[in-house]
């Protein structure tokens, strides 16, 4: 299998916004301020039915404003028609298998399966996933994304799980491709540092 590039959706994009279990009005606007800060990437899990209407949402508004939204904790080939029909432009998933995957290229959208280990990195580089999440990170390290990159020089990792504004740059520094946050949007505090490692300009 020939896996989806995720370089022409993500661009040049740093960061990725996760809007977790909110209702359809929140998960909105909190994608408004991401694309706002410069975010360009919106991710909706929708681990449960209750959340795809939100994901509709957040998609209905991002191609108003020419954003892309995905569909996070897509675990199941039924997940990722729900995701395609509420307008998701790419699922994720919190770990790898390769029907899911598959899936996804059934219908067109890139698919970023997590990893945790070289062995699960491996099997998605040989399915022709490149681009991996690599969950959880921060108990992973930015170290081991260094030490990764040697034998497997070709993965272009997403981190997730535990990033905020205070550790994603030390992730970024590493050679992670983008970082994904949650919580650390509805922190006023941490805005200013997101915007600045988004957009690769500081903030005034």
């Known amino acids: 299998m020939t896996g989806h590039d995720f370089a022409p959706l993500f661009g040049d994009a ?6 977790r279990d909110l209702p359809p009005g929140e ?3 909190l994608a408004e301020l991401a694309w706002d800060l410069g975010i360009d990437v919106v991710e909706v899990p929708i681990r449960t039915p209750g959340a795809v209407p939100a994901l509709r949402a957040a998609a209905s508004a991002g191609r108003r404003r020419d954003r892309i939204v995905g569909a996070g ?3 199941t ?6 995701a395609v029909s509420a307008g998701a432009a ?7 298998d390769l029907a899911v995957a598959d899936a996804a290229h059934t ?6 399966p997590g990893v945790a280990t070289p062995t699960e990195a491996q099997q998605a580089l040989d399915h022709g ?6 969950f959880p990170a921060v108990s992973l390290g930015p170290a081991w994304f260094r030490a990764v990159a040697g034998p497997l020089p070709e993965a272009r990792f997403v981190a997730t799980g535990g990033i905020d504004a205070g550790n994603a740059g030390d992730f970024l520094a590493a050679g992670v ?10 922190d006023p505090a941490q805005l200013p540092r997101l915007a600045e490692l988004a957009t690769g300009r500081p903030v005034s």
């Open 27 to 29: 998960t909105v606007r």
């Open 90 to 96: 790419f699922t994720v998933a919190p770990g790898l």
């Open 177 to 186: 491709r983008v970082v994904a946050v949650g919580s650390a949007l509805t």
């Open 73 to 75: 904790t897509v675990r």
């Open 129 to 134: 996933l490149v681009w991996l999440k690599a």
């Open 14 to 19: 740093r960061v990725m916004v996760i809007l």
């Open 77 to 82: 080939p039924a997940q990722v028609r729900q």
């Open 107 to 112: 219908y067109g959208i890139p698919h970023l």
